[in-house]
């Protein structure tokens, strides 16, 4: 490449690294914030739950399983799903079940970050504390790149594997550990 093109393209280059550096500022503010807060041991018991882990790990579960929505929309907008072509709806499905899912995370962040901050006693826990900081760091870059022009084809899927795979991760270390440890209940 020569000429404006390239220039062009370092342009884009130094976008991407500057959301990515706000994304992990986000990450390290969260992983900082956590570990600096006493955790208080308690946090928000939300109604038609019978506590608040509860409450954290079924709104992770539906979080995670808009997740998968999002994650078949996206192949299939992409035309990445072998015989499906995608319906004009599916964009829609596709910003509302992130949106929805997003949605469920908050108050799981909410009692993670309050109720029992930024922990390390064991490699579950240390795992679930760094995936938590990099799924809204991840989820904070991607927001911020879908209001730019012109980045690379590839960013936007790359960011919102990276999102997937961090909340799936989540979903592992906290309610796929939580239902087999303590069994399935409201």
């Not at 990515?20 to 807060?37: E, Q």
């Not at 709104?59 to 004009?88: K, M, N």
């Not at 509302?96 to 997003?102: K, L, M, V």
């Given at each position: 490449m020569s000429g404006p093109t390239q220039g062009a393209a370092q342009r884009l280059d130094?976008?991407?690294?500057?959301?990515?550096?706000?994304?992990?500022?986000?990450?390290?503010?969260?992983?900082?914030?956590?570990?600096?807060?006493p955790p208080t041991g308690i946090a928000a018991h939300l109604p038609g739950f019978s506590g608040?882990?509860?409450?954290?790990?079924?709104?992770?579960?539906?979080?995670?399983?808009?997740?998968?929505?999002?994650?078949?929309?996206?192949?299939a907008l992409y035309g990445r799903l072998p015989r499906v072509t995608a319906p004009a709806w599916t964009g829609t499905l596709h910003r509302w079940s992130g949106r929805a899912a997003f949605l469920a995370t908050v108050p799981v962040a909410v009692h993670c970050l309050y109720a029992l901050g930024f922990q390390a006693f064991d490699t579950r826990v240390l795992v679930h504390s760094l995936l938590g900081c990099v799924f809204f760091g991840a989820f904070t870059t991607k927001m911020l790149a879908l209001t730019r022009r012109?980045?690379?084809?590839?960013?936007?899927?790359?960011?919102?594997?990276?999102?997937?795979?961090t909340l799936v991760g989540l979903w592992l270390t906290s309610a796929l550990w939580f239902f087999t440890t303590n069994g399935i209940r409201w």
């Amino acid at each position: 490449m020569s000429g404006p093109t390239q220039g062009a393209a370092q342009r884009l280059d130094l976008v991407l690294v500057r959301l990515a550096l706000v994304g992990a500022a986000v990450a390290v503010a969260l992983g900082v914030f956590g570990r600096v807060h006493p955790p208080t041991g308690i946090a928000a018991h939300l109604p038609g739950f019978s506590g608040p882990l509860e409450s954290k790990v079924w709104l992770a579960s539906l979080a995670a399983a808009l997740a998968v929505v999002q994650l078949l929309s996206a192949l299939a907008l992409y035309g990445r799903l072998p015989r499906v072509t995608a319906p004009a709806w599916t964009g829609t499905l596709h910003r509302w079940s992130g949106r929805a899912a997003f949605l469920a995370t908050v108050p799981v962040a909410v009692h993670c970050l309050y109720a029992l901050g930024f922990q390390a006693f064991d490699t579950r826990v240390l795992v679930h504390s760094l995936l938590g900081c990099v799924f809204f760091g991840a989820f904070t870059t991607k927001m911020l790149a879908l209001t730019r022009r012109g980045l690379p084809g590839w960013s936007l899927p790359l960011l919102g594997g990276l999102v997937f795979t961090t909340l799936v991760g989540l979903w592992l270390t906290s309610a796929l550990w939580f239902f087999t440890t303590n069994g399935i209940r409201w």
